[in-house]
């Protein structure tokens, strides 16, 4: 695809900064950032050059920089590309925006870069979006998956499924076209075992979606129970700070605290909440609606429970409203009873961990109970996944068409409409790595990056 225009933006975050990053993106983009600059010896490929930056009114001097130039096909965008780094100043920086716009360039839309790189065959789809994902990366590990799929790790896995299946469709399509000559129809059991073979990778790659959507977007946690069982003191012993107000007086939690903290690299919402009881004034009455509205929305509830006092209705309650999700139960205040409200409780099917907020005790065990319910969907070992709908939608469309064709072969379907269904299922492929998408999906996509990159 050849484009015409060249863009330009910045390509660092917005503030000030010791340094600061114009890009340009184009076929012009040597000829435009030239003239804003003295170089002290001409731009060369991949090589950096020390320049100032002149004040085209008065030939002055604004500032010194380090200029590099990317020449076509060798850059990120397969185009020519400039990059200015001077200081961070945005005013600065501005002045660079203003004057390439001036001479010709036009300002980058969000993710404009990347899509370029997309359109000129650079990167595919799935590669595109872990460039976006690796800059949202709040932990290593989220970094370290996208970095998988920008090495294109996804692309890799499905190839020798399209080869097989692009096969079988070459073998269906022979026996449809020389079927008069003395080229023998291949057997539907031959068939439906090559099917077969194409349909097990691809579930592997779809039981990925439920880790790799956690590892990607994180999950939240509530942390439930009555008034004074020590849910904000295990809030700040899971955050490692003093963040929710804690103080012998039931009630003290009214409304929502919340905090993110990362386990073993998946970031987690953790939600401290007011406590389980009627109300006493309306304040606290809404604190409490605002808890069981927290409790539905989250992924996993941690119920906290009192060492000192029998088992309540409201926690009865809390666990029978929460028997089909993930659910763990810490018995806090371990250090003054060693006994537990749940024993020999028919409920206590959930995991169960003894703690005290006060000492640290079972600190260590509740997080890794938390973690365990957590990566419950991860692969065996690293591996590729899938990290978004869009995705899993795409390999779950190519598992249903090929489940068509199958049944359909059992059915002794005419081997035209199996290959429709062949088709389809390739198409799906194809969607996965963009190599045949809507410009609808590819505006909705880099949309979403920043703009710069």
């Known amino acids: 695809m050849t484009i015409e225009d060249t863009i ?23 000829a435009i950032a030239e003239p804003m600059l003295r170089l002290r010896h001409p731009l060369a490929p991949a090589q950096a050059r020390f320049a100032e ?19 076509a096909p060798h850059s990120y965008t397969s185009e020519d590309i400039v990059e200015i780094a001077a200081h961070g100043s945005p005013v600065l920086l501005d002045y ?29 789809l799935t590669q595109a979006e872990a460039v976006r ?77 439920g880790y790799g959507r956690i590892v990607r977007d994180g999950l939240s946690l509530a942390i439930v129970g009555r008034p004074n ?5 295990l809030f700040n012993r899971l955050v490692e700070r003093d963040r929710a107000i804690v103080t012998a007086t039931p009630g003290t939690t009214r409304d ?54 029998p088992l309540h209705g409201e926690d009865e309650a809390t666990l ?24 020999g409780h028919a409920r206590a099917m959930c995991p169960v961990v003894e703690t005290s907020a006060l000492t640290g005790e079972g600190i260590a065990e509740l997080r890794a109970a938390m973690l365990s319910l957590m990566t419950a969907t991860a692969p065996a070992a690293e591996s590729t996944l899938i990290t978004n709908l869009r995705q899993q939608q795409a390999v779950s469309a190519a598992l249903q068409s090929l489940a068509q064709a199958r049944q359909a072969v059992e059915a002794d379907t005419p081997h035209e409409m199996v290959l429709l269904d ?32």
């Open 8 to 30: 330009v933006a910045i390509s660092t975050p917005p503030g000030r900064g010791g340094i600061g990053i114009v890009r340009l993106s184009g076929p012009g983009a040597r």
């Open 53 to 71: 930056v002149l004040d085209t009114a008065s030939g002055d001097v604004l500032d010194e920089a380090v200029v590099t130039w990317f020449e």
């Open 96 to 124: 660079l925006l203003r004057e390439a716009v001036a001479r010709g360039a036009r300002l980058a839309e969000p993710g404009e870069f990347t899509q370029r790189a997309f359109l000129s065959g650079r990167l595919d």
């Open 133 to 209: 994902d690796l800059i949202d990366s709040s932990t290593l590990h989220q970094a370290r998956v996208a970095a998988r799929q920008l090495g294109g790790s996804l692309a890799r896995t499905i190839a020798p499924v399209k080869e097989n299946l692009i096969a079988l469709v070459a073998v269906l399509e022979a026996g449809i076209d020389f079927a008069e000559d003395d080229i023998d129809v291949t057997p539907a059991k031959e068939i439906i075992a090559r099917i077969e073979l194409l349909e097990a990778p691809l579930r592997v790659l779809e039981s990925t979606f």
């Open 229 to 233: 069982a020590g849910k904000s003191s």
């Open 256 to 309: 929502l605290v919340t905090e993110r903290v990362s386990l073993d690299g998946i970031p987690v919402e953790l939600i401290d909440t007011a406590g389980l009881r009627h109300a006493t004034d309306e304040a606290e009455s809404i604190g409490i609606a605002k808890s069981r509205e927290a409790m539905a929305e989250a992924d996993i509830v941690l119920l906290v429970l009192d060492a000192t006092q």
């Open 320 to 343: 029978d409203a929460h028997a089909e999700r993930p659910m763990l139960v810490a018995v806090n205040k371990h250090d003054l009873s060693a006994s537990s409200p749940l024993a």
């Open 422 to 453: 062949l088709y389809e299922s390739l198409r799906a492929l194809d969607l996965l790595t963009g190599q045949t998408t809507t410009d609808d999906i590819l505006n909705l996509i880099f949309s979403t990056f920043c703009i710069g990159k």
